[in-house]
Structure formats: C-alpha cells, structure tokens
C-alpha cells in the first residue's frame, strides 16, 4: 500500500517548509545581519507545517502508521472512507451433501503462505478441518492450493457431494475454465 493523499500532502509541506526557511533565514544572516538560532528555525518551521496541514484536503489510510506520522507533525486526521459493507449470510448444504469452505493468506514480504478448508455436514456441523503452512508464490497460489487440497481429501474420504465454497474470483474463473491456469 502507497503513501495516502494526505500524507504525501504533508511531505510536501513539510519539504517546501524546510527550504523556504532554511534558505530564509540564510538570506536574512547573509544579507541583513540577522542570526537565527537552529531551536527557533525549528520552531517556525513546525508551526507552519501545523498550520499549513489544515489546507492539506486528502484522505489517509485508516492506519496505526498514518495516524503516528500525521500526529507526529501535530496536524489532524483526516480519515478516509469506510470501507462498503455487505451482509453475507453463511447457510449449511442440503442433506447429503458436504460444504466445504476453503480459503489461502499470503505474506508478500516473505513469500510465505497459508492454506486451509473447513467441511460441514447438512446440519452445519464441522465434519473436519485442515490447514498448512506453504512457500508458495502468490496469494492466488494459496488460495488454488487450499482448493486443491479440499478436493483431494473429499476424493479421499468419498464424499461424492460436496459443495465448494471460495471468497476468490480469480480462483472461482480457475474452476470455470480450466485454460486460465498457467
């Protein structure tokens, strides 16, 4: 996740505010004889960014970082947009069949990932679960691999009925047409 609106706005101020006053207060000693202690610089310097920041209209990310660097400049938060919420209701398969909710994460970072599926019977209860720790590529690749996964131990175990269930398109376009995956 980039910089938000309203912390790249605060950069900006921040650095046009560093120039001008550094090169300021250099003209002012150089030309008019004035001297300028480094603590009052930074003081004109911080107030102008606290006052400057109010003109600063962007958002910033709902986030603990955000918050401490927008804070850190004394300036206030402008929080972004909540997120959309829908309603998703979860209902149990119909008797004899078996639903299987299956789902990968992915640390970028360390390409690293985690995959695992949950199965229930008519009545909604866990027949069974698995999880695993994977190196794997990408969080679709996760995300295929809990799939996988779900598929092969439902082969295993007979179930002939099941009922597949993923919060992925690009995996849901994977099942639909086969050709998709590279």
């Known amino acids: 996740m980039g910089r938000s609106s309203q912390l790249k706005e605060l950069w900006l101020i ?4 560093i120039l001008w006053f550094v090169w300021h207060a250099r003209n002012k000693t150089r030309f008019d004889g004035k001297s300028f202690s480094v603590a009052s610089t930074c003081r004109l310097i911080l107030g102008h960014i606290r006052a400057a920041s109010q003109l600063a209209n962007g958002p910033m990310h709902n986030s603990v970082q955000d918050f401490r660097i927008i804070k850190s400049f004394g300036a206030e938060c402008r929080l972004g947009r909540a997120p959309r919420v829908i309603e998703v ?3 149990p398969p119909v008797i004899g069949w078996v639903k299987i909710n299956s ?3 992915w640390k970028h970072a360390e390409s690293v990932g985690g995959f695992g599926a949950i199965f229930y019977d008519f009545k909604g209860h866990v027949l069974g679960a698995f999880s695993s720790n994977i190196d794997i590529p990408s969080l679709a690749a996760a995300k295929v691999m809990s799939v996988i996964v779900a598929i092969e131990l439902a082969w295993v175990h007979d179930l002939k009925h099941i009922w597949l269930e993923v919060d992925s398109s690009l995996v849901l376009d994977y099942l639909r047409s086969p050709l998709l995956v590279p």
């Open 14 to 17: 921040c650095f046009t505010s």
């Open 103 to 105: 789902d990968g994460a």
């Open 89 to 91: 209701l979860w209902h």
